[in-house]
């Protein structure tokens, strides 16, 4: 009997403890962003965004990860201690300059995500872990006029410019 009642306090608490464990509370996140600065040759904007994340609760930072971005949703992926990435694509005439909002999820939230999804019903009423804004200065898409056009034209000026000339002198 005594055998039985401490294998029962034991269970307890370990059950207590990776209850307490399977959410990230006060969450400190830092980031670090980059992303495409030229488009003139690619077809789509890369995004990536590392963070790390600090939580109040020991182990919290440990829990897989989920994030949304503009509506769809990324893997956010483990790549050192407390340090975690996620990386999206956008087309170059979607991907406009500004900020960003990603909202990370833990399992729990990100089941509630799924299930609004599901139902069909604002993403946006789950709340989430955290939320981390990036700013995206915008990427070159290369000059106002190209070069091809600006030779031509200055061809064309150039060709005026001694045909007009030219009738003058012959006059």
Known sequence: MVKFVLVSIVLCCAAVSFSAATSCTNPDVKTN?????DAT?????????????KCSNAGGEKLPLFAEVLGKLAPVVRIGENKYQVSWN????????????IRLFDEE???AVRK??????DTNSVKPLTTVTVH??????GPWINSEILATGLVGFVAYVAFVTRSKLVA
């Not at 040759?41 to 994340?53: A, C, M, N």
């Not at 956008?90 to 909002?101: F, L, N, P």
């Not at 609004?116 to 019903?121: C, D, L, P």
């Not at 995206?136 to 898409?141: H, N």
Request: proline share 2%; net charge positive; no cysteine.
């Open 116 to 121: 609004a999804q599901r139902a069909g019903e």
């Open 90 to 101: 956008e087309e170059i005439k979607k991907a406009g300059s500004g900020k960003y909002q």
């Open 109 to 111: 939230s990100f089941a």
């Open 33 to 37: 962003f980059y992303s495409t600065t």
């Open 41 to 53: 040759i690619v077809s789509q904007i890369g995004f990536v965004t590392e963070f790390t994340l």
């Open 136 to 141: 995206f200065p915008g990427a070159y898409k």
